[in-house]
């Protein structure tokens, strides 16, 4: 990319257009934590309603992730090609027709059917979000406001976890489920209200060598007038050129694909299949109420609500650390921590149900867990994408990283319910922590001669 451009977006003050793109790109975000959680609390009441088996919820539970790997490839390659902003405004559409369908449907398929178009949309906006961020954020920022970005995903995990626990006690019926699944339209509504005026990426207009739009862009981005002639491109690749899968497999891309997609994939096996699963976990092995499906439900969604809080303090940690540490050196640390989280988690089932020991394992477990993947793999397997793809293929990169990460998280939340009903939490975890120090050893290995690319993370470390 031009270097003139490089050096006015990076020496660049924060304005309020950039407070204002990245909090619209870090709320689309908290809207997949959102759905992310609220399908975890509303899965024993559409068994209970509709009378689902373990194998069918899990498809529910994985319907939206599995169009997410289609939002996230498909929709982030289109978006280097159509630019940053138009994706910006449209993904989120789906994502609120498809919420409303969910909570009418009538069937456990139009109801598999209804999230996994939803799930499309939700896939879409994480390289939309993170293509975008790190082509206007200023050098001094960009790690942080990419890592903040990603941290909404817990806001979204907590205020589902208050949803979920708020519509539970107020509508006191097995049918709740279907309230909790049509609220995500509600906040899907306004965010696409207020991206209505967000500029497109001007790295983006400039690699279409739309150099006057570029400068306007940037014009208002800075706060003074920024000639077009100011904006000096290297050699522009043809949109057919651009965002090609094909490149991510050739050469030097080779290593940064791999770096890139397997670790994700294997952290969302974790991630999703525990998070989801979360209230499910806490009910079986912990907290439960008086046996009744809505009491369990409020009781063991009460604690989750409690846990859940750990993932913001994981994502605090990665905002101090992030400029501090090698990023791949926190994604192995993270793997490791939550490796042990989930080993300390299955050692409860060792113990007599509800007892106090128990109960301290079992949060102690959770909390090691939740902490340490916020502050270590689920900041930076979002982040490395960003940081290491060129412009031309950033929001493709990270588009295939995501794909491979969501479908990670299908595995996680398909096999979650089956595997615990035919071997149980004490042999599943485990079986998921291997994963973890899996990934933390492909992460060590794949990152070697990895380097930042194309000026978005000049000046600093190797990731």
């Known amino acids: 990319m031009g270097t003139q451009l490089d050096e006015i977006l990076n020496d660049a ?122 082509e206007i954020a200023p050098a001094r920022h960009r790690v942080r406001l990419l890592v903040g970005a990603f941290s909404f995903q817990a806001v979204g995990q907590v205020l589902g976890a208050l949803v979920g626990l708020t519509i539970l006690v107020t509508f006191d019926s097995v049918t709740s489920w279907r309230y909790m699944l049509a609220f995500g339209a509600v906040p899907a509504v306004l965010i696409i209200l207020l991206r209505r005026g967000v500029p497109e990426s001007p790295k983006w207009l400039a690699a279409q060598g739309q150099h006057e739009e570029a400068a306007e862009v940037v014009s208002v981005l800075v706060g003074h007038t920024v000639e077009a002639s100011m904006i000096e491109a290297d050699a522009q690749e043809s949109p057919e050129e651009a965002g090609s899968y094909r490149e991510l497999f050739r050469g030097s891309f080779r290593r940064l694909t791999l770096l890139t997609t397997v670790p994700w994939f294997l952290m969302d096996i974790a991630t999703y299949g525990i998070g989801v699963f979360t209230p499910v976990i806490l009910a079986t ?116 990283a995501t794909a491979a990460g969501k479908t990670g998280a299908a595995v996680g939340v398909f096999f979650f319910p089956i595997l615990e009903a035919d071997l149980g939490l004490g042999v599943l975890l485990p079986l998921i922590a291997g994963g973890c120090v899996l990934a933390a050893v492909v992460t060590a290995l794949a990152r070697i001669g990895v380097v930042a690319s194309d000026g978005v993370f000049a000046g600093q470390s190797p990731p």
């Open 13 to 134: 003050p924060m304005s309020r257009m950039h407070w204002r793109v990245w909090l619209l790109a870090a709320s689309g975000i908290m809207l997949d934590g959102f759905d992310f959680f609220i399908i975890g609390v509303a899965s024993p009441l559409i068994a209970a309603d509709l009378g689902a088996s373990p194998r069918q919820i899990g498809l529910v539970s994985a319907a939206a992730i599995v169009g997410a790997i289609i939002g996230a490839s498909c929709l982030g390659r289109l978006t280097d090609r159509i630019g940053r902003k138009l994706a910006f405004r449209l993904d989120l559409g789906l994502f609120v027709v498809f919420a409303l369908l969910s909570g009418l449907a009538w069937s456990i398929p139009s109801l598999i059917a209804f999230r996994f178009i939803l799930g499309i949309g939700v896939g879409a906006d994480y390289p939309i979000s993170a293509a975008y961020i790190a």
């Open 285 to 400: 092995l912990a907290i439960q109420g008086d046996g009744s499906t809505l009491s369990d439900a409020i009781s063991s969604t009460e604690g989750a609500v409690v846990i859940d809080l750990f993932l913001l303090v994981g994502f605090a940690v990665a905002l101090v650390l992030i400029t501090r540490l090698r990023h791949t050196n926190m994604q192995i640390a993270g793997f490791i921590a939550m490796a042990a989280g989930l080993v300390t988690l299955s050692f409860s089932t060792t113990l007599p149900e509800g007892s106090v020991k128990s109960l301290v394992l079992v949060f102690a477990g959770f909390i090691l867990f939740n902490i340490c993947m916020n502050a270590g793999p689920n900041s930076t397997t979002f982040l490395l994408p960003a940081e290491v793809f060129p412009t031309r293929v950033r929001a493709t990169g990270h588009g295939l």
